[in-house]
Each structure stands twice: as C-alpha cells, then as structure tokens.
C-alpha cells in the first residue's frame, strides 16, 4: 500500500483512530502489534479499541523478569491476545551480547520480528518522538521498506504527559521497573537505569555507540 493512501488526518488524530483505521483497511488477523511491556498504554489502546488484536512480545530469553510479569498480568486483566515470540530453536542462551550486540539483536530481535511479521499486512509499533533524539522524527504513518509492510506508530506525537494522563484515566498498572528508574527498559544485560535528567533512552547499550536494536531501522 502506497504510503499516501493512509490518511494523513491519523498523525493529528487520537491514536485509536490509527487502531481503527488500520482494522477496517487491513482487517484484525493482518495485523500485529509489537509491545515491549515497559509500559500499559499501547496494548490498552490496542486491545480496547480492537479487540482480539494480535500482541506480540518478542522474547530474547533476557527480558527482566520483571517485564515477563508485567505482560503476563497485563494479559489477565486487559484479556490481550497475546502472542509470545522466541527466538530460532538453535538459538541457546549465550555470550554474545558480552562480544557482539549488532548478532546478538539480530537472532533475538530483528529475525522474530521478521518472522512474526510473516504473511501481515500492518505492523504497529509503540514508537514516540518523545523517547528520544534518535526517534524525533517518527511519524504516526509510515512504510518499512525492507519488510515491504505498512507501519503504523500510533502514540508517534505522544508526549511524556500523555502517556501519563492516558495512564492514569484508565487506571493502568506499571512495569515495576519503571520505578527503580528504569524509563526505556530491554534486556537486562543491555539495560541500566538513568539519572534524572538524563536522556531516556540512556541506559540502553551505555557506554556503547549503539542506539536501537535494528527492529526499528
Ligand atoms: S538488547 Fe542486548 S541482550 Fe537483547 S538482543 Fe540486543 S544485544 Fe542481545
């Protein structure tokens, strides 16, 4: 699909409009939703705006516990359908993360991804501008060329504040990790918390030049 046959009325709109929109272009089961579980709001918004979406987690056999539990919960109480992605069979619990991030995320993020992707037509993301300085421009519509499927960021012009009020309006839980200081949360091994102040995303990959795990290119 032609990226400007979307609506450009959805990068303005609420972000259940996207959720709508992409339903009735796409229908439910050509649709997945990929959520970190570092918070509530987009599978909230996903599930009660259409419900029986597809979630998926993509699970690197690091995610904190902590976040393991969140989605679990989030799952009995929002009654999300969620989908748990692993990595290839033959991907076993490792070093690589200690000698090579760019392999590590590519067999435990970027290749399940592309597999949960497989035969869709959308993919939606919880990508914000406000998470950080590599994502300021990130649009509410968008196409990812490699993976030749529509993308989706609903939540693209939410800011920290909204996030919060969408939060408490609908009386959401947190991941306890956010708490402990933990604002952009991953696997543990790649994942510190942050000072105040500091940039969000800060903790992810410190002390290295990398940004972003590849899902996102
Ligand atoms: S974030 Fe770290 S542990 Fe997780 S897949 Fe990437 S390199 Fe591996």
Redesign the pocket.
Known sequence: MPLLTIPESLEKGHPADTFRWAAEQFGIDSIVVTASFQNAVLVHMAASTVPGIEIVLLD?Q?LFAETKWFAEELTKKLDLNLRIVNPLPHVKADN??QVN?EG??NI??VEPLNRALEGKLAWVTGLRRADGPTRTNARVRSFDIGRNIVKLNPLAAYTDDDMMHYAQLHELPSNPLTERGYPSI??W??TRPVATGEDKRGGR?AGTTKTE?GIHA
């Open positions: 690197t690091y690589l993360w991030l590590c995320c435990r993020k991953g696997c091994p790649c990959w795990c």
